[in-house]
C-alpha cells in the first residue's frame, strides 16, 4: 500500500547509475524533479548519502509532505 506523504526506501539505501542519485530504483527522474547528478565519484558513500537534494526530500517525507510525482511504488 502507498502511503501519501512517507516511504522508508530514501533512508534505508539509495540508487546509483552512473552519476545519477536517485532515492530508490522506483524513483523516476522527470523534467520537474530529475535525478539528482552528484557531481561527485559515486563510490565516495558520504558524499551519496548527504546529498542535499536527497536530504530535502527525506526533510519533507518527515515533516509530512505530499509525495513527489516520482515516486511510484
Not at 16 to 25: L, S, Y
Not at 33 to 59: C, M
Request: include cysteine.
Amino acid at each position: 500500500m502507498k502511503h501519501d506523504s512517507y516511504c522508508t526506501a530514501p533512508f534505508e539505501h539509495i540508487y546509483v547509475e552512473k552519476n545519477d542519485i536517485r532515492p530508490c530504483c522506483w524513483w523516476k527522474p522527470s523534467k520537474e524533479i530529475p535525478a539528482v547528478n552528484s557531481g561527485v565519484d559515486p563510490i565516495n558513500i558520504s558524499s551519496v548519502v548527504n546529498n542535499p537534494k536527497l536530504h530535502e526530500i527525506r526533510k519533507g517525507m518527515i515533516s509530512g509532505e505530499k509525495l513527489p510525482p516520482n515516486c511510484i511504488q
